[in-house]
């Protein structure tokens, strides 16, 4: 994940030692290690182990966006999907880096320690695939949705694998994810408790850019005390978030996450007659500072004076 920009930009990397610094305090080992192992790690190698998934994920992002932002490239708003809504609150300023960088780290404990094995499945169709009178999704809940003929579900990992068996026998396409456990449902709720525990005393300052939430569906300038756990525990309504947005003007959307995932998404979730347009920054594919470059190029007009 951005291999090419951590031994290419300052920004970035200093900012990847930042965040490392705080972790390491947190729980003692590098991240940056686990990243960027020394030696050839192939791409499709494992990595779900969630105590290196969760902090990498957002530390990636977050240097991203540092990185942007000291090449003068300011954003209107700040959107989040999932964890990068915790990684939008860093950037906003609500909270202090290194806060942050604890409630995703207590997240990620409390899920190994106390959460049941689960299972997410990314399928090619309508949302209302899912019969909520069919028996044979009864231990699965939608968790995302993210444009007409794409959603997610979260479920037990037995519920899970029957399902795609079933999608399968009608030629329906469908994916499992890389991951240990079924986020935004349910099955999140033994965590409820201790989580918020953590965060009762935590006060957010006014955000320097509006934050939209994906979870949420609207726009705020200062985080509720619930915020992180609603993240968590609420499915993402990325169509919804997005048709929303649309009524309010023409975007450029910069996709901060580390496989160019969500500017896809957007390529569906536009109207054809948008005007907005949809950006990714890393790929899977190590083009890091070309795709910089032409995003520069692309959004000069909008860049800070």
């Given at each position: 994940?951005?291999?090419?920009?951590?031994?290419?930009?300052?920004?970035?990397?200093?900012?990847?030692?930042?965040?490392?610094?705080?972790?390491?305090?947190?729980?003692?080992?590098?991240?940056?290690?686990?990243?960027?192992?020394?030696?050839?790690?192939?791409?499709?190698?494992?990595?779900?182990?969630?105590?290196?998934?969760?902090?990498?994920?957002?530390?990636?992002?977050?240097?991203?966006?540092?990185?942007?932002?000291?090449?003068?490239?300011?954003?209107?708003?700040?959107?989040?999907?999932?964890?990068?809504?915790?990684?939008?609150?860093?950037?906003?300023?609500?909270?202090?880096?290194?806060?942050?960088?604890?409630?995703?780290?207590?997240?990620?404990?409390?899920?190994?320690?106390?959460?049941?094995?689960?299972?997410?499945?990314?399928?090619?169709?309508?949302?209302?695939?899912?019969?909520?009178?069919?028996?044979?999704?009864?231990?699965?809940?939608?968790?995302?949705?993210?444009?007409?003929?794409?959603?997610?579900?979260?479920?037990?990992?037995?519920?899970?694998?029957?399902?795609?068996?079933?999608?399968?026998?009608?030629?329906?396409?469908?994916?499992?994810?890389?991951?240990?456990?079924?986020?935004?449902?349910?099955?999140?709720?033994?965590?409820?408790?201790?989580?918020?525990?953590?965060?009762?005393?935590?006060?957010?300052?006014?955000?320097?850019?509006?934050?939209?939430?994906?979870?949420?569906?609207?726009?705020?300038?200062?985080?509720?005390?619930?915020?992180?756990?609603?993240?968590?525990?609420?499915?993402?309504?990325?169509?919804?978030?997005?048709?929303?947005?649309?009524?309010?003007?023409?975007?450029?959307?910069?996709?901060?996450?580390?496989?160019?995932?969500?500017?896809?998404?957007?390529?569906?979730?536009?109207?054809?007659?948008?005007?907005?347009?949809?950006?990714?920054?890393?790929?899977?594919?190590?083009?890091?500072?070309?795709?910089?470059?032409?995003?520069?190029?692309?959004?000069?007009?909008?860049?800070e004076i």
């Amino acid at each position: 994940m951005g291999r090419d920009l951590y031994d290419s930009d300052a920004v970035f990397r200093e900012t990847m030692w930042e965040c490392d610094q705080h972790l390491r305090r947190l729980q003692s080992d590098s991240i940056i290690d686990v990243i960027y192992p020394k030696g050839e790690v192939g791409r499709n190698s494992e990595f779900d182990e969630i105590l290196h998934t969760h902090p990498a994920l957002f530390c990636i992002q977050y240097s991203l966006a540092r990185t942007l932002l000291s090449r003068g490239l300011k954003p209107d708003l700040l959107l989040g999907y999932s964890l990068g809504e915790f990684v939008s609150a860093a950037v906003g300023g609500a909270l202090p880096l290194e806060t942050i960088l604890e409630v995703v780290v207590r997240q990620a404990r409390l899920l190994k320690q106390s959460i049941a094995p689960g299972a997410m499945l990314a399928i090619l169709g309508s949302p209302e695939l899912r019969d909520s009178n069919n028996p044979l999704y009864a231990n699965t809940w939608i968790a995302a949705r993210n444009f007409s003929n794409h959603f997610v579900l979260s479920g037990t990992p037995s519920g899970v694998a029957s399902i795609q068996k079933y999608l399968q026998t009608k030629e329906i396409s469908s994916q499992r994810l890389p991951v240990k456990y079924a986020f935004h449902c349910p099955l999140m709720d033994v965590i409820e408790k201790p989580f918020k525990s953590g965060l009762h005393d935590l006060e957010s300052r006014e955000l320097s850019h509006p934050l939209i939430s994906g979870s949420q569906v609207g726009s705020m300038s200062r985080l509720s005390a619930d915020f992180f756990w609603e993240v968590v525990r609420r499915p993402v309504r990325f169509d919804e978030t997005i048709a929303w947005l649309e009524t309010q003007g023409n975007f450029s959307y910069v996709d901060l996450g580390p496989t160019g995932t969500l500017a896809t998404f957007l390529k569906y979730a536009l109207d054809p007659n948008s005007l907005s347009k949809a950006y990714a920054t890393m790929t899977p594919f190590n083009r890091t500072n070309d795709n910089l470059r032409k995003l520069e190029i692309a959004l000069e007009g909008a860049r800070e004076i």
